[in-house]
């Protein structure tokens, strides 16, 4: 089972090149989001979608934009990159919102911005 | 805004010592989840508790959620080098917006 699969792996970027990060999941989960970890501040959420056309922000927003055309993908894209969000970012699904749901994480991205 | 604090940041500790992992918060969850993560690896949800007060046993892991449900706590009985990893919880903030605490990170040396 494949699970929740994110890429690419690593990447550095310059200040102000944008780029995506590719985030698919094959267990049809509603619920996708996104996290930025980052030393001493635990995961924080990015933004979420509920489900295939539908997104909302989470706590960290700015600097990001989302978009869910399809029930597996859930792209995040980096707009103009910041040395700020240099960080390592976590996809999650789960069967759906409601609590007491489990998320599932990929392996995660480490993004270095210089 | 919901928190959620973690002690002690970082633990090391000896194969075959027990240790506790505390999670507090002001505000009340409906649930608490904890997660361990491994270096290089997303984090695997280990235990949810609903109800206040309530005990879960996972092996040698313990979870007790608080009677307020504003805390939680993990005990770990007879640590084993295979429990080294940052361990996390995290509160259901909405529509499963999972808040998380900064995390512990626990190594255990042979």
């Known amino acids: 089972n494949a699970g929740v699969t994110q890429t690419p792996k690593f990447q550095v970027l310059k200040t102000g090149q944008s780029m995506t990060l590719q985030c698919a999941q094959d267990m049809n989960h509603e619920y996708m989001s996104w996290y930025r970890q980052d030393p001493g501040m635990g995961l924080r959420l990015i933004h979420y979608?509920?489900?295939?056309?539908?997104?909302d922000q989470g706590e960290v927003p700015n600097g990001y934009n989302v978009s869910r055309s399809t029930t597996e993908d859930f792209p995040l894209r980096l707009l103009s990159a910041a040395p700020s969000q240099t960080s390592v970012y976590f996809c999650?699904?789960?069967?759906?919102?409601?609590?007491?749901?489990?998320?599932?994480f990929g392996q995660g991205t480490r993004l270095t911005v210089v | 805004t919901q928190l959620l604090e973690q002690s002690p940041q970082f633990l090391s500790i000896q194969e075959g010592e027990n240790l506790t992992v505390y999670c507090n918060s002001s505000?009340?969850?409906?649930?608490l989840q904890w997660y361990r993560q491994e270096p290089g690896e997303g984090p695997v949800l280990l235990v949810t508790?609903?109800?206040?007060?309530e005990v879960k046993k996972l092996k040698r892991l313990t979870f007790q959620f608080g009677d307020a449900r504003k805390d939680s706590s993990l005990h770990i009985t007879a640590a084993q080098p295979g429990d080294t990893g940052l361990y996390l919880c995290?509160?259901?903030?909405?529509?499963?917006?999972?808040?998380f605490g900064a995390g512990t990170r626990l190594a255990v040396h042979p």
């Open positions: 508790v609903v109800t206040g007060g």
């Open positions: 979608s509920v489900g295939a056309g539908i997104t």
């Open positions: 995290a509160g259901a903030g909405g529509y499963n917006k999972l808040i």
């Open positions: 505000s009340v969850f409906s649930s």
């Open positions: 999650a699904s789960s069967y759906s919102g409601r609590l007491n749901t489990e998320a599932f």
